[in-house]
């Protein structure tokens, strides 16, 4: 059957005019005068291809990942080779200027026979459409282009349920201790509700370096030095941690969509070893209430984030309120990230709030609710602790080295060794702190 195909833009030879003088595997069916144009006729089920014959540089990965969710794929024409590379990245078929029509047809055909070929599974596939990734993934083979090592970087989300159960503050303390202990870190704000990373660490920044990446991941221009480039070097005693910090208002929450997300996570974890991501609490689908699946959707960041990680930690308050709210939160979890299989850990452990033996008590109560996962560890609540780091935007391993709250989170990603290590890692401030 001949391939629907729709075009924008004026070719230098008379492209169009030569693929419907072939009478063979394509078909013309509309020539659109912009991108707009022929992004509705896409949706509208016409075509199986577009042929961008001018203007690629306006093609972006959300562009593309729209029409792949119609079943579209993009042969655009260029002669440079820098914007080859571009298109290829995020996921579009790129041909000479000059290519003829049998042979743009059969880009075309090649390009649509990949894309109908069964999808291997892709690692952390939870059944979100990143259709971008897939294409990317394919094309990258059928054109030998040569595939990026993934990194073996580990990917740490830290998740909660409404009620700031303290998200922030492990995964920031998290992060600081794996990169005291030598290893390079990524410390990233995916909460689209309330990003925070950039006050706990006291740092004065409206770059909202996570949307930045997200920009450039989204226009193909994502490289590792990029990604340098948009980070905030935070400089611990021993080691850096490299900061992603989050939108700075939350109506900008658009700037962070699925597969530019995936983009970001997926380069970070090939320049780092652990990726730790700060993640919103709201876990709501709300694709399913949109017409149009690809729209950018509230929780993709933190959605994302689950469905990509390495491993996933659960973080609920240990008093009345939050623990409900935390075994309300695993079973929406479950059904939206099935995969995740959460470590569960409770914060703020305090008597005044569990009772007397406030981990026996918070145990019975865990075991009474019923939740498959089990109680993996406890935060007890140091409020002198935390708003002493806040108070110096440090973290804990600077404000109080020496807190049962620090101890309990180094416990969490580092082994006991490294921890010994990192008791000659206070800064100059920490130690004339706990001189003073
Ligand atoms: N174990 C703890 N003990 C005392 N205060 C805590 C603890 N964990 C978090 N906090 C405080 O609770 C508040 C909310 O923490 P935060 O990490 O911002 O929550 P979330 O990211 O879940 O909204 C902050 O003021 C933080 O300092
Ligand atoms: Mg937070």
Partial sequence: MSIPVVTVGQSREDLVGGLERLHGPVTVVRRCSELAELLAACQSGLARAAVVAEGSDELTASLVDRLAAVGVVIVALTDSASETARLTAIGVTAAPAGVDSAALAGRISGAVDQWSRPKPLQTGDGGFADTGAAL????????????????????????????????????????????AAGNSVFLIDADSYGASVAGLLGLLDEAAGLAQACRLADLGQLDAGALQKVATPVALKSGTLRVLTGITRADRWTELRASALGAVFEKAREIADYVVVDTGFCLEADEELSFDTMAPRRNAATLRSLELADTVYAIGSADSIGVPRLVRGLSELEVAVPQAAPRVILNKVRASAAGRSPERQLRDAWERYGPAAPIAAFLPSDSAASDSALLSGCLLLEAAPHS???????????????????????SSTAKRRLKG
């Fill in 136 to 179: 990317r993934t394919q094309l990258g083979a059928e054109d030998d282009v040569p595939a990026e090592p993934s990194g073996a970087g580990q990917l740490i989300a830290v998740w909660g349920p409404a009620g700031s159960p303290g998200r922030t503050l492990v995964a920031a303390n998290m992060a600081g201790e794996l990169a």
């Fill in 404 to 426: 049962g709250l620090r101890l309990a989170i180094a416990d969490l990603v580092c082994a006991p060794a490294q921890r010994n290590r990192r008791s000659s890692v206070l």
